[in-house]
């Protein structure tokens, strides 16, 4: 069996999580729900990043110590990732002992073999995003990742070889075409940050406390960065007494992280994994924000609800879809409490729901609800049945690009000619006849199984609502191998009642 290795980045613990934090998530959770359905043996890992001083900074605020301090949350993102249905193998935290004691061990192994050395620090750092800048880097004397101000730090430090291993790396990007991408980014990366000059980074600090003492001189705290990075090879048991899941999933097939944390990925990352002689992740996608009004979704703005509150209200899976289906993969994405409820109406409601509603109760009210197929087949059936064998594939192909938002629109393209069959065949009116029941049978087996194959492909989008449809159709037909072939719901099946999916929301009452 072929394996699958994602990740998600880990989060800095927070009790304050928008839908923005769900996007990487969420995506991520599709892609290995995705890959399973196909027969891959796949490992999904996520978790927390718990040290550094923007934590330590709001432990002090709390007047708890920093361990309490994220204790405390780390339970937030595990409850919110399961209102999510987020199927992770694994969470890491790298408060985990386990976790500490292998960062440890890299840090001593790099610095024997003499890529990390001690020097003096001086410049410029973004505490909100553990940054270390250069002066020419700052956009109007601010950080360039979020526009807050930098201060000036003086340390004694360990410094990281990363302009030994430019050339090695550059070499890489351009030999491996799709390691980042979209491919914007990788020359974003090439040319605004590697061509100039790799400088050394700075991997200790000295200026406070939470994080990983460095062995050898424990006034040391591993930089944050370092200790985050080597989560995704820590949680396979990297270097401990069982790396068998190292063994089993390393590389990672796909590093899945938001625009402004792909440089940490594409160049600090790579470098360490070639001084640590492993090899090298697929690929590292760099997805866009969700934004609102052309700004990012922020706390201090005060313009977003915790996702918990739209998915009460709307369900999880109108919260999974808009987020999958809205922003193209890659760019930025508007979000909106009224696209939300416009995208719910539109797909889900009119076309997924009445679609499945209106199936079954004909279903029901013409044959009692027992599925009947006497195969009195039109020319008008062909096209709607091509569509749907063929949908895998084309849904496959969009995948394999990450293009999810295309592979879910392709679904509701033999959803929305199902519709249009309905009205073209009119079965309320064949239904009027005595002999044009056979063909009624037909043509209500068609859309029957055109639903029962586009609900095995929306199980990795929207497994509570493909869950529905299976119930209501009655079938277990719902493997990848069963959406290849047309026929497999059983003739002689009894029907569930059917039951709306998705209520239409009404925008004047909100
Ligand atoms: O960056 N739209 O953690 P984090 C889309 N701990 N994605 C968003 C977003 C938005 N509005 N806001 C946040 C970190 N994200 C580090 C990672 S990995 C070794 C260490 C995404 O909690 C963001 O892009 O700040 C990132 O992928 C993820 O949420 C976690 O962000």
């Known amino acids: 069996m072929k394996k699958y290795y994602i990740t998600t980045p880990i989060y800095y613990p927070s009790a304050d999580f928008h839908i923005g934090h769900c996007y990487t998530t969420i995506i991520a959770d599709s892609i290995a729900r995705y890959k399973r359905l196909l027969g891959y043996d796949v490992f999904f890992l996520t978790g927390t990043d718990e040290h550094g001083e923007k934590i330590e900074k709001k432990a002090n605020d709390a007047h708890v110590t920093p361990q309490e301090y994220v204790d405390k949350i780390v339970d937030n993102a595990k409850d919110l990732w399961k209102s999510l249905g987020i199927s992770y193998d694994k969470f890491i935290r790298t408060t985990d002992k386990y976790h500490e004691e292998i960062v440890q061990k890299i840090f001593n192994k790099l610095y ?84 100039p000059g790799l400088e050394d980074l700075c991997v200790s600090r000295t200026t406070f406390n939470w994080g990983i003492p460095v062995t050898f001189d424990p006034k040391h705290v591993v930089y944050v960065w370092i200790d985050a990075l080597t989560n995704y090879i820590t949680a396979l048991g990297y270097m401990s007494d069982d790396d068998t899941l190292f063994k089993k999933y390393w590389p990672a097939d796909l590093h899945l992280v938001g625009k402004e944390i792909v440089r940490f990925h594409t160049i600090i990352w790579p470098i360490l994994l070639m001084a640590l002689d492993i090899p090298l992740p697929e690929k590292v996608f760099g997805h866009g924000w969700l934004v609102i009004d052309g700004g990012k979704i922020s706390k201090s703005l005060g313009n977003y609800k915790d996702p918990r509150e739209y998915i009460d209200e709307y369900s999880v899976d109108a919260v999974r879809y808009f987020v999958l289906r809205e922003v193209p993969f890659g760019n930025d994405g508007v979000f909106s409490e009224s696209s939300l409820i416009s995208r719910t109406n539109a797909d889900l409601a009119n076309v997924l729901g009445n679609l499945v509603n209106r199936t079954i109760s004909m279903s029901k009210k013409y044959f009692d609800g027992v599925v009947v197929n006497k195969k009195v087949s039109e020319d008008i059936d062909d096209d709607l049945i091509k569509t749907a064998i063929e949908l895998h594939k084309i849904v496959d192909e969009k995948m394999n690009d990450l293009h999810i938002s295309e592979a879910l629109d392709s679904i509701f393209t033999l959803l929305r000619k199902c519709n249009k069959y309905i009205d073209d065949t009119t079965p309320w009116i064949l239904a009027k006849e005595e002999d044009k029941k056979d063909r009624l049978s037909t043509v209500l087996y068609n859309l029957l199984e055109s639903i029962r194959i586009s609900a095995v492909l929306l199980q990795p989008f929207i497994p509570t609502t493909s869950e529905k449809i299976f119930n209501q159709l009655n079938t277990d037909e719902r493997t990848y191998e069963s959406c290849k072939e047309f026929g497999k719901l059983k003739e002689g099946t009894l029907l569930n009642n059917p039951e709306p999916l998705f209520a239409r929301i009404d925008v004047n009452n909100k």
């Open 112 to 195: 024997e073999q003499g890529d990390i050395y001690k020097g003096e620090y001086e410049g410029l750092y973004c505490t909100p995003c553990e940054s270390f800048w250069t002066e020419t880097q700052l956009v109007d004397g601010k950080c360039p990742d979020c526009g807050r101000d930098v201060h000036l730090v003086k340390e004694e430090s360990y410094f990281f070889k990363l302009s030994k291993y430019q050339d090695r790396l550059v070499k890489y990007l351009e030999e491996h075409n799709s390691f980042i991408e979209p491919v914007s980014r990788k020359n974003e990366m090439i040319n605004n940050f590697i061509k």
